[in-house]
């Protein structure tokens, strides 16, 4: 389960033991995609921790070998540094395959668009083929970006989004949104056993100072003095769950039989210019907020309906953001400077 949260944690989902309903077992052996990146190395840990021997496929265009210190000497652990558009094979039998590779932050979608349009298109079909050739059950991490800049709020699955597909972010939006779609094919006409998730945003340790995301850029800007750069009016809103709760989420979708899509987020809501003022107090920063340029095709407003998740998985984020925040910062303030930067 997600890291517990103490009382009064903020605007977060109220601390409670998260509940899962019975469960095929633990995969033994997994291939996770992405796996050096910023969720996927926290989700090779937490196979690890339950006994599934891991071998990470990364080309580390954005993740890093740092995220994976933990699993330096583990002998259940395997880093294959390959480039998921080209095709691959593991050796031996595997049972689910985790589908993370692909760029995921705006500023690192838009340096590299080709690369994450190839990622969402040739790496989900090379993904797809491995879990198909091996009988694996197979799970795409796709994205709240699927519904675009909603027009209903909060988002259920069943909205099918408002998706600019020439827009500054279409390269991430479009390439998730045909991931899905080739998943549904390969389900519908292969017969392999899938499971598409949509992510919500998701922080906590390990996010790269520099990756331009609200949380890394107001820790870091917060913790050095220098101003909070809120885009707009900040009146903007993003849904913040911790990376514990997002990983229980991916695991509990691993281990049931539902197809999804499946949000998995925090509902807890909140402005950007909010969250720029909670960072800064959990910081003791007297760091000025400087409001910048708004980027194209922003979202405005962004919070999960997670009712099928509680239903189908019985999972819901146990993580508050007071608490989830306040870990995060000291992790960024115990960081060397420069690391991962
Ligand atoms: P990240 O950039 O930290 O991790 C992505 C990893 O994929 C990196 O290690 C990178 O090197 C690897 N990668 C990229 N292209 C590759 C390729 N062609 N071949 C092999 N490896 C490749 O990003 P993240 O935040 O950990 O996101 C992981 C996944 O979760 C992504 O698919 C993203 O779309 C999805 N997601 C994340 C969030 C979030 O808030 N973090 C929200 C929604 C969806
Ligand atoms: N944002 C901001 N300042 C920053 C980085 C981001 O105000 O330094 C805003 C951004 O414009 C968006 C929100 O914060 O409205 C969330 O951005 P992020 O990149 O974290 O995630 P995403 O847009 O992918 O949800």
Request: some cysteine; proline content about 9%.
């Amino acid at each position: 389960t997600g890291t517990a949260a103490g009382p009064g944690s903020g605007t977060g989902t109220a601390a409670r033991p998260v509940t899962r309903p019975a469960a095929g077992p633990a995969a033994r052996r997994a291939v996770v995609t992405g796996g050096a990146g910023f969720v996927g190395s926290h989700l090779c840990d937490r196979l690890r921790a339950q006994g599934t021997e891991v071998v990470c496929v990364d080309n580390l265009l954005t993740g890093s070998l740092d995220n994976l210190a933990d699993r330096a000497g583990d002998p259940g652990f395997t880093l294959r540094r390959h480039d998921v558009c080209e095709p691959f094979d593991v050796d031996g039998p595997v049972d689910l395959v985790v589908h993370l590779a692909s760029p995921a932050s705006p500023h690192d979608y838009a340096r590299h668009p080709v690369e994450t349009l190839r990622a969402g298109a040739h790496g989900t079909h090379n993904a797809l083929e491995l879990a198909r050739r091996k009988g694996a059950r197979f799970l795409l991490t796709s994205t709240s970006e699927v519904y675009g800049d909603p027009l209903v709020h909060p988002q259920p699955e069943t909205y099918w989004g408002n998706v600019n597909p020439i827009g500054p972010r279409s390269q991430y939006d479009e390439a998730k949104r045909y991931a899905e779609a080739l998943t549904t094919a390969y389900r519908t006409a292969r017969g392999t056993d899938t499971v598409i998730v949509r992510l919500f945003n998701t922080y906590g340790p390990r996010m790269r100072p520099t990756d331009g995301r609200a949380v890394p850029a107001f820790i870091t800007q917060a913790l050095a003095g220098r101003p909070l750069t809120v885009a707009g009016d900040g009146s903007q809103t993003r849904s913040l769950c911790h990376v514990d709760d997002t990983v229980a989420g991916i695991l509990a979708a691993a281990a049931a039989g539902h197809p999804g899509p499946i949000n998995l987020g925090n509902p807890a809501e909140l402005t950007i210019l909010q969250l720029a003022h909670r960072i800064r107090a959990l910081c003791g920063s007297a760091s000025p907020v400087e409001f910048v340029e708004r980027p194209g095709d922003d979202p405005s407003l962004r919070r999960p309906d997670i009712t099928l998740a509680r239903t189908a998985l019985g999972w819901q984020p146990a993580v508050g953001t007071d608490p989830g925040l306040a870990a995060t910062i000291a992790w960024f303030a115990r960081r060397p400077v420069g690391v991962g930067a």
